[in-house]
């Protein structure tokens, strides 16, 4: 089963680059240890921390070669790489461009839909480096936060992430992301990699707005807010039913240290924590801000592995072959599984199925609207609330929505593919986003798209176009297959909330 379209063209990029024999420029040495400016989301106070030598893994690790261009790349021989490069070279992975690096798409040992079953079945570990990491603190960091977002950050505890949206002033999706609240005045969230220039130039013009409202001069902006971006962090994502079992094995238990709990059981979806792990070389890495969270459906967890001397090369290499050890129970997955994985999941690709043209209720994330944001009287006012608020009210008022799609067998439907209406002569009624043959429903080909307001029922025949023909197709409620999200408290009511806020 061929990968979804944003993966084949990336595949088509790489055999073009191939072809043209384009190589890393000659001369570029890795970064000096210690030179990245970086800043480090500080770990938590401790009574007792178990003793942390400088990491230097005992085994010679390939040089990184690092363009010294950091903004994003506009040509094939500009782009990044993240810290596990030499790692995926040396597993032998097919690699291509995307968001501006050179990334993993699928390894020799699995073929796309084998990755992605694997995924289900066992375990998984992505490099998900390429994304960006941000920590924002300071008295009216939570406060600019819910001027940007509709999400209700003010009832976010610590240690809780919450899926949000950056809202222009006009209520599009700026981009899709992840806020974790770390303490009383600060936050740690993820944004994407192809969205970096648009996010930070975003961020720097609200924050100015901001405090220009409130009278704040730049000279006391820090005292105020401060802002920074996460260049030199890496993270994975290890994703899978057996992902805590894995993890679970290299978690340092701390027998004087009960700040924070070793027992990963007791750690929800949507929760993250401050913890250590103890590598097979029994060295012990610093503490770790691990998530449990992901965006493939299933239960697992992401890690922030922060510099150490300017660079994550070494941990975070020595910590990813800890993880994947022998490969029998967790192995590397590349971008193709990934963009399936998500697909069944029923998450969006920013820039595919969600944009600037797209509000959070027509993207059906109405949800992601905290409920005490919802009238034009609360305290706080969020970009596009108007807008906004009005599509909540009155559905009706949206001219087209996000929505699941089953199509009959043949060739997959695909992003730009159009939507027609068979009953009234194939008028185009919408588009697709994204479209895959689905390797956990025996190829049955899913897709995403918006349609015209109307038409988003669950059950509604509809066409779509693809090639030469149209192909029957009916609206699906997603996710597809059911999300395996790790919750050990009242599974059965947190399950059908989820289930009721995706049909939302």
């Known amino acids: 089963m061929p990968p979804t379209r944003g993966i084949q063209n990336a595949l088509k990029s790489t055999i073009r680059a191939t072809r043209q024999q384009i190589r890393q420029p000659e001369g570029l040495k890795a970064p000096t240890r210690g030179v990245c400016t970086c800043s480090v989301i500080p770990t938590p106070s401790k009574t007792h921390q178990a003793e942390v030598r400088p990491f230097v893994h005992q085994q010679k690790l390939p040089t990184r070669v690092v363009p010294q261009k950091r903004c994003a790349s506009t040509s094939t021989t500009e782009l990044k790489h993240t810290p596990l490069y030499a790692v995926h070279k040396e597993a032998g992975a097919k690699t291509g461009p995307f968001a501006g690096y050179d990334m993993p798409l699928e390894y020799p040992d699995q073929s796309h839909p084998e990755s992605h079953r694997w995924t289900r079945e066992n375990a998984s570990l992505f490099d998900v480096s390429h994304m960006v990491q941000h920590k924002l603190s300071g008295p009216l960091a939570e406060e600019f936060l819910m001027t940007i977002t509709p999400s209700s950050i003010n009832t976010l505890q610590k240690h809780h992430s919450s899926l949000s949206c950056l809202l222009e002033e006009s209520g599009g999706i700026i981009d899709d992301t992840v806020i974790t609240r770390l303490g009383r005045e600060s936050f740690y969230f993820v944004t994407n990699a192809g969205c970096r220039e648009t996010d930070l130039a975003f961020i720097k013009a609200q924050m100015k707005k901001f405090l220009e409202a409130k009278g704040i001069s730049k000279s006391n902006k820090d005292e105020n807010i401060k802002w920074h971006v996460l260049n030199c962090h890496s993270l994975v ?21 009960q700040t924070y709990s070793p027992d990963l059981s007791t750690l929800s979806f949507g929760e993250s924590r401050w913890l250590q792990f103890t590598l097979p070389d029994g060295m012990n890495t610093p503490s770790l801000l691990i998530s449990r969270t992901g965006y493939t459906g299933e239960d697992g967890f992401e890690i922030s592995i922060p510099p150490e001397n300017g660079d994550s090369t070494n941990l975070a290499t020595a910590i990813s072959k800890a993880m994947v050890d022998d490969g029998s129970v967790v192995r590397w997955a590349g971008l193709a599984a990934r963009d399936s994985l998500r697909l069944e999941a029923g998450m969006c690709l920013y820039g595919h199925d969600i944009s600037t043209e797209t509000t959070p209720p027509m993207a059906a994330l109405g949800w992601i609207v905290g409920k005490d944001r919802r009238s034009e009287s609360a305290a706080l006012v969020f970009n596009g609330q108007k807008t906004i608020l009005q599509q909540l009210t009155s559905p009706k008022s949206m001219t087209e929505r996000r929505v699941g799609f089953l199509v009959e067998k043949g060739p997959a439907a695909r992003e730009g593919a159009q939507i027609v209406d068979p009953d009234k002569d194939n008028e185009v009624i919408g588009r697709i986003t994204s479209g895959c043959p689905a390797p956990s429903m025996d190829g049955q080909n899913i897709a995403m798209g918006l349609i015209k307001n109307g038409y988003h029922k669950s059950g509604t025949k509809v066409g779509i176009k693809v090639r030469k023909s149209v192909r029957k197709a009916e609206v699906s409620r997603m996710p597809f297959i059911p999300s395996k999200f790790y919750r050990p408290d009242n599974k059965d009511k947190d399950q059908k909330e989820m289930k009721n806020n995706t049909e939302k």
């Not at 994502?237 to 290299?250: H, I, N, R, S």
């Open 237 to 257: 994502a290890l994703q899978g039913p057996k992902a805590q079992e894995v993890l679970q094995k290299l978690i340092f238990n701390d027998t004087e240290e």
